[in-house]
């Protein structure tokens, strides 16, 4: 029987195998591009993931009720051991009370597809209780394929603390200064909390997130670039941030933040300016953490969140010209419980002026030649009117109301100063000044005025403690000397001393002893010596009596 099967002739045959070898080969290109596609996709989710994972910011998904995710900032933020130990927990649990009607109606709007993206206030509660002020930001998301909430936190319950703590001490202190003084017009109300910024989540963020090199140029950086520089995100990335952003005199300060955060494994804060595209400058508050390789621990890229801190720099300045206006009242009032003492102390120099000048005339009226006296005279008469001169220099130094100015200066004249301005007071209460000054003390850099009143309030604390004191015992030593890296000053009294209740509270703000005190006198001072990076502290001394003591540090080239 004959083969019916139909037989390919060699042409046939070879199209067919090429036929066949050109579909293997793009069987073979399609499976390598799904590769690296895949592999792509993997890497971009992993970046994105750990973007999310190490930000400084809590980050916390969850449903209608129930925690899906949380990063480890969350994990920290409300006490956890690890992230996992949040999944799975009742968010209204770590809500507080009072909040949870409100984060309940917030959730259920953004699940029905509302998309709210206002900055709010919360309370939270920690695992372990204590309750949280946090700013916090929410808006819809997709998580394992369904609608879901996504929040950031940001703590700022030391700033509420802070700022609770000011409101009260400002309040307190409007009253009470009101009933002492004319002079002090009606301060600021308290602090204002300003309007937070923070939205921490990649494009949907108001505050700048940001990826670097270990040499800090711009990896990558938000959609909130345009709000904050007028740059284009494409237009930052490669930007080298020394070069072309921070303000000259801000780059030192930033390198040793970013020396810091290749160096040390935590989160580092540093604010400076940052040039803006026209060439105007913005105060940025940055937060900084570095990721690094698991195995060798070298720093792979740096993480930044940056927010304009602007209003908050005006804040802070308009309360430093608070503080300069109450230590200005607070010298004028020490000022006026001096008077007694000054008017003698002018009294001296113009009555010995008087006196000479009628010798002069008494000489002139004489028939011989006394122009030797008469010079004699005319020179006694300079030397008073100079001392006078000198006593009115220092009483307007002192009451001045002035910006403040730091001048480098020796110690040793300041103290001098002020146990002057106090010696006639002393003299009257029968108190022995004596100042035990260590010569060749290096200088300092301070605002003298300000100096003068830390010594000028110490000094009349131990005066006050002394009234009422046996004679032997009425001294007031004021001592100066060295440390290695400060000067210090102590003055020293031999009186009952502080009770031993009383000894942590005299630098309160409006804590006193006296009947008719405002309390503000210490306090004023450890501000004064703590804005010049001093301590000021006060001890009791075994043999009786208080010492008063603070440190100021060396110039920088001293």
Not at 112 to 120: F, N, P, S, Y
Not at 526 to 535: C, D, K, S
Request: with cysteine; hydrophobic share 40%; glycine share 6%.
């Amino acid at each position: 029987m004959a083969d019916r099967t139909p037989h390919l002739t060699p042409q046939e045959s070879e199209a067919l195998r090429r036929r066949v070898a050109e579909l293997e080969a793009r069987v073979a290109r399609d499976a390598e591009e799904r590769a690296r596609a895949e592999a792509a996709l993997r890497e971009s989710e992993a970046r994105y993931r750990a973007l999310v994972e190490h930000a400084p910011l809590a980050i916390v998904v969850n449903d209608e009720q129930t925690c899906l995710y949380a990063n480890r900032a969350a994990a920290q933020l409300f006490g956890a051991a690890r992230p996992e130990d949040l999944v799975g927990r009742n968010i209204f649990t770590m809500v507080a009370p009072e909040d949870r009607a409100s984060v309940r109606a917030r959730v259920n709007g953004l699940l029905a597809g509302q998309e709210v993206t206002t900055l709010v206030e919360r309370r939270l509660v920690r695992l372990d209780g204590e309750q949280l002020h946090v700013e916090a930001i929410s808006t819809g998301c997709n998580f394992g394929g369904r609608r879901c909430v996504q929040a950031i936190f940001r703590d700022i319950t030391p700033r509420k603390r802070v700022e609770e703590a000011l409101r009260r001490a400002h309040e307190e202190l409007e009253r009470r200064v009101a009933e002492r003084t004319a002079e002090l017009t009606a301060a600021n109300a308290a602090l204002r909390e300003s309007e937070a910024r923070y939205r921490l989540l990649a494009d949907h963020a108001t505050d700048v997130i940001s990826r670097h090199g270990p040499d800090g140029r711009i990896l990558y950086i938000s959609p909130a670039c345009r709000a904050v520089y007028g740059f284009e995100p494409e237009e930052m990335v490669g930007m080298d941030p020394y070069g072309q952003l921070f303000h000259p005199d801000d780059i030192a300060a930033v390198r040793t933040a970013h020396q810091a955060v290749l160096e040390r494994p935590k989160v580092v804060t540093v604010t400076a300016r940052h040039r803006r595209k026209g060439g105007s400058y913005v105060w940025l508050e940055t937060t900084t953490r570095a990721i690094r390789d698991p195995r060798t621990g070298a720093v792979r890229e740096i993480i930044a969140v940056s927010r304009d801190v602007s209003e908050r720099r005006q804040m802070e300045e308009s309360a430093r010209r608070r503080e300069a206006e109450l230590a200005h009242v607070a010298r004028v009032s020490t000022m006026g419980e001096m008077v007694t003492g000054l008017a003698h102390e002018l009294k001296q120099p113009l009555t010995a002026i008087v006196g000479y000048a009628a010798a002069c005339a008494n000489f002139l009226q004489q028939p011989e030649d006394c122009q030797e006296r008469l010079a004699e005279g005319m020179r006694a008469i300079a030397a008073q009117a100079e001392r006078a001169g000198e006593i009115i220099r220092r009483l307007r130094d002192f009451v001045r109301k002035s910006e403040e100015r730091r001048e480098r200066v020796a110690l040793n004249g300041l103290l001098a100063e002020a146990a002057d301005l106090l010696r006639h007071e002393a003299r009257q209460d029968g108190v022995r000044l004596e100042l035990e000054l260590a010569a060749d003390l290096p200088p300092v850099d301070c605002d003298p005025v300000q100096i003068v009143q830390v010594a000028v309030n110490l000094l009349r604390n131990a005066l006050e403690a002394l009234r009422g004191m046996p004679a032997g015992r009425r001294v007031v030593t004021v001592r100066s000397w060295r440390d290695a890296e400060s000067v210090e000053a102590a003055v020293a009294d031999r009186g009952p001393g502080i009770p031993p209740a009383d000894l942590s509270r005299v630098f309160d703000t409006f804590f006193t002893t006296k009947p008719d005190g405002l309390g503000v006198g210490l306090a004023i001072s450890r501000t004064i010596i703590e804005a010049h990076r001093g301590r000021l502290w006060a001890e009791n001394d075994p043999g009786g009596g208080a010492t008063f003591r603070f440190t100021l540090p060396l110039a920088a080239d001293a």
